[in-house]
């Protein structure tokens, strides 16, 4: 079994920045692809930034430019938010495609950390 926990969110105004951290653990893993994800009240999950293990990204439209996904030697993957908008006011889940050992190809998700951004 394998988990994730984030961390960073909190309440900042419009047009300043936030930096989430998602953190893994458990299970001996191979990374396929790490992904940030985000819900508003009223609205279905979407997809807001991936990061493959051979490097590439993908960012949701309304974020690129302003949104970066990383990831570091310990397995950490970091969502840096810039020019925050009310807009982006959402709970922010971690998403990781695994190659899990004895278990094969999972998905996990962490428990979501609350990003709201007053205007």
């Known amino acids: 079994q394998v988990h994730l926990v984030e961390s960073g969110g909190g309440l900042v105004q419009a047009g300043g920045s936030l930096s989430l951290t998602c953190k893994t653990s458990g299970s001996t893993f191979s990374t396929n692809a790490m992904a940030w994800y985000r819900q508003a009240l009223g609205k279905q999950r979407e997809l807001v930034a991936q990061?493959?293990?051979?490097?590439?990204t993908n960012y949701a439209d309304c974020v690129k430019g302003r949104f970066t996904i990383s990831r570091d030697a310990q397995n950490r993957v970091y969502l840096r938010m810039n020019s925050l908008k009310s807009e982006d006011t959402a709970v922010y889940y971690c998403?990781?495609?695994?190659?899990?050992?004895?278990?094969?190809?999972?998905?996990?998700w962490g428990q979501g950390t609350q990003v709201t951004v007053s205007s």
């Open positions: 998403n990781a495609d695994l190659n899990v050992l004895a278990l094969g190809r999972r998905t996990y």
């Open positions: 990061l493959t293990s051979q490097g590439y």
